[in-house]
């Protein structure tokens, strides 16, 4: 295999992480935004600035025939906001405003502007290339042969990502000889009432008996708990009130999901921005950015924020037809909660695994109270198969091998000696609880995970090296062969470097995203099984050097002029085996309380 240069994962890291968040924007920055032809709405999943705009748009003539140009200005109120940073300009039937745009523009300045292609005419529309500030732009407007009576011109402006206008109504401009006709509404589906303010937090009341809840932890209740992440669906006749809350600093937001995996997502995001809350639907494709609907589908919207918490509630339709991206809500699904940073209404990757539901759940379905975990159950599988090989089985292996070679000397089991059976078994036992630890992950995730660190990088050192392990040990030289030591010291520094290396994969494990257990406790409890196995390991050590003898020294001559070698060898065969049994019942200890904690997160 090519190495690797040592800087190359963390410049690809980079690079990836920079395409993704390039990805979430530049639909919008780039002015490529034919996705809003028909509606002229960003997807920015903020509604319509409710503000009087400062923005004005002309053109150099009133009247028109077939063919003719008219140049069309939008500039800037040099009393109001000085500048806009992306614009959307059409031309649309003033009969019929719903319909495509009118006719097709020539740039006069290629730097900041670009034509589109809205509907089935190239150049029908005009936007920005970057979002540069800009006090003025101009495009030249060519009627088409058959051109209607009257057309208006419409315009809209952003200021920044949360602020911006829809559809501003510019001048009306008529074929020679004809009357305009009345004026088109400029009120689009976008420009929804603003959600209400809630009187008073969300309780749990009520869940399992009138309504549907999801929450963690476990029963925890939004009106007394802080921390609590809730989500609640009620069915009222042909709507569905949500209600969700959590903690956060800049959105929670919920999906339904058709499995547990990312990606084609029915999202519902509260966003908080600055003193309010925005609420909208939007929908994830894949492992992206969450697209906004053009077309709000919610009502009775309100929301409330307190003390690092962000609550909100809203009704949906049961069906929405005219949304292919909205889910019917008399089917079963997933539901995924999650909460994490938005920056000027824009939503970042949540903080932590979102808490997924165990089972499908029909929304109309009967109330009951949802479980749901934060960690799918390959990666607690990987945890638990690790914890078992490199803190019990290795452990207890490497005792076996180290201080009991002696013992049980004409003992055999399956024609070899006792201590080399264990110790083998142990060691296989370890080596296929790492393989499939190791696999487990990857099945997963599908891949290499880039957000991991360097969890799994110290993991495949650990691999490595487990396998190694018993390929040494399969070409190890006779034991009264002249190169022994050799193997004997590879194969205790392979060991030992996999042991230290596995340990600290494991204490940054227990802190991955998809595995997060509860802290700071459950670290400690980690870092006590590791020192009561390093504990039980010095005690044998010195025991083996002869430390632990009792009395003085010409005590202990007569005692071994005297005594019998054969129960010397039993009192010390005795003293380890209670070491060993007490060791096990500590490590049996500390295993069982963090497999069960990776069972319950």
């Not at 900041?112 to 290339?129: D, F, P």
């Not at 603003?194 to 309504?211: D, N, Q």
């Not at 939004?222 to 959105?251: H, I, M, N, R, W």
């Not at 009502?299 to 909205?326: A, E, K, L, Y």
Request: charged share 15%.
């Amino acid at each position: 295999m090519r190495k690797m240069p040592t800087h190359l994962p963390d410049l690809l890291l980079m690079l990836a992480v920079m395409a993704v968040c390039f990805g979430t924007v530049a639909g919008f920055s780039n002015g490529k935004v034919t996705e809003a032809c028909k509606s002229m709405v960003p997807n920015h999943g903020h509604h319509s600035s409710t503000k009087a705009n400062t923005y004005s748009i002309t053109v150099d003539k009133s009247k028109f025939s077939p063919g003719d140009q008219i140049k069309v200005t939008l500039s800037a109120s040099k009393s109001g906001t000085t500048y806009f940073k992306g614009f959307l300009i059409q031309a649309r039937d003033t009969g019929r405003p719903s319909a495509d745009a009118v006719g097709w523009f020539t740039l006069v300045n290629n730097t900041a502007s670009q034509l589109l292609k809205c509907g089935h005419t190239q150049g029908s529309a005009v936007s920005h290339t970057s979002d540069a500030k800009k006090t003025e732009v101009q495009a030249i407007w060519n009627s088409p042969k058959n051109a209607p009576s009257s057309v208006q011109f419409m315009v809209t402006v952003v200021q920044h990502y949360k602020v911006y206008w829809v559809k501003i109504p510019g001048p009306v401009v008529s074929q020679a000889g004809v009357t305009p006709g009345p004026l088109p509404s400029t009120t689009t589906s976008a420009e929804t009432t603003a959600p209400s303010v809630l009187p008073g937090p969300f309780s749990a009341e009520g869940c399992g008996t009138r309504k549907s809840c999801l929450r963690d932890p476990v029963g925890c209740d939004p009106e007394t708990d802080p921390l609590c992440s809730y989500l609640s669906f009620t069915p009222e006749g042909q709507t569905v009130l949500f209600e969700l809350s959590g903690p956060a600093d800049g959105y929670v937001s919920f999906a339904l999901s058709l499995d547990k995996w990312m990606g084609n997502d029915d999202v519902y995001l509260c966003v908080r921005d600055e003193h309010k809350v925005d609420i909208n639907a939007a929908y994830v494709a894949g492992r992206t950015h969450p697209v906004p609907a053009a077309e709000s589908a919610l009502t009775d919207m309100s929301w409330r924020t307190s003390d690092g918490v962000i609550q909100c509630r809203f009704r949906r339709n049961i069906h929405i037809p005219q949304d292919h991206n909205r889910f019917s809500l008399n089917e079963s699904y997933y539901l995924f909660v999650a909460n994490g940073r938005a920056e000027n209404g824009m939503v970042h990757r949540h903080d932590r695994q979102p808490l997924i539901s165990t089972f499908q759940k029909v929304i109309l379905g009967p109330a009951e109270n949802l479980s749901g975990s934060r960690s799918p159950v390959l990666i607690k599988f990987h945890g638990a198969f690790m914890l078992v090989a490199w803190m019990t089985t290795v452990t207890t292996g490497i005792i076996v091998a180290r201080y009991f070679k002696n013992d049980w000397p004409r003992s055999a089991l399956f024609g070899q000696k006792v201590w080399f059976q264990v110790h083998r078994a142990l060691m296989i036992l370890t080596v296929l609880l790492t393989t499939v630890g190791f696999v487990l992950p990857f099945v997963y995730r599908g891949g290499w995970s880039r957000r991991a660190g360097t969890h799994p990088y110290f993991g495949c050192i650990v691999m490595a090296l487990a396998v190694i392990q018993p390929l040494m040990a399969v070409l190890r030289p006779p034991p009264d062969s002249s190169r022994r030591y050799i193997f004997n010291w590879m194969h205790l520094g392979a060991g030992t470097m996999a042991q230290i290396i596995a340990v600290f994969a494991i204490f940054l494990g227990i802190h991955q995203q998809a595995l997060l257990l509860p802290g700071p406790w459950s670290t400690v409890v980690l870092a006590g099984f590791v020192v009561w196995g390093v504990v039980a390991e010095l005690v044998l050590e010195f025991h083996s050097r002869g430390h632990f003898k009792i009395g003085n020294k010409d005590a202990e001559d007569e005692e071994e002029i005297l005594s019998n070698p054969k129960d010397q060898s039993n009192e010390g065969t005795l003293f380890k085996k209670v070491v060993v049994a007490v060791f096990l019942c500590g490590n049996i200890g500390f295993l069982s309380v963090l497999l069960y904690t990776i069972s319950s997160v």
